[in-house]
């Protein structure tokens, strides 16, 4: 993606254009990935829990909010690594192989 990203400052796009793009991208599969999962987690979760004499209700907060948890994480770090890419001069980024 260095490239792509150097080829895209040639062209003239902002720093900001970039960094959204980047992080719709990663946001998009964090969720996707957060949808398809949190089904077979709490089946799982609630399977495991059925062993004990004294149980407790999985409350239904915890999936979103470990979800944001998670894209927010994401996020973070995507932006820190994709911003230290865009600072990057785009002839160097261009030029390697």
């Known amino acids: 993606r260095t490239k792509e990203i150097g ?10 254009d970039i960094l959204l793009m980047i992080s719709k991208d990663f946001a998009l599969l964090v969720l996707l990935a957060f949808i398809l999962t949190s089904p077979i987690s709490w089946w799982l979760l609630y399977l495991y829990l059925q062993r004990y004499p004294v149980r407790i209700e999985i409350e239904y907060w915890v999936f ?34």
């Open 64 to 97: 979103p909010v470990t979800g944001i948890i998670v894209l927010a994480f994401s996020l973070i770090i995507v932006m820190f690594h994709a911003y230290k890419i865009v600072r990057l001069n785009p002839a160097t980024s261009l030029r390697e192989e």
């Open 7 to 16: 080829v895209r400052k040639v062209f003239g796009a902002a720093v900001t």
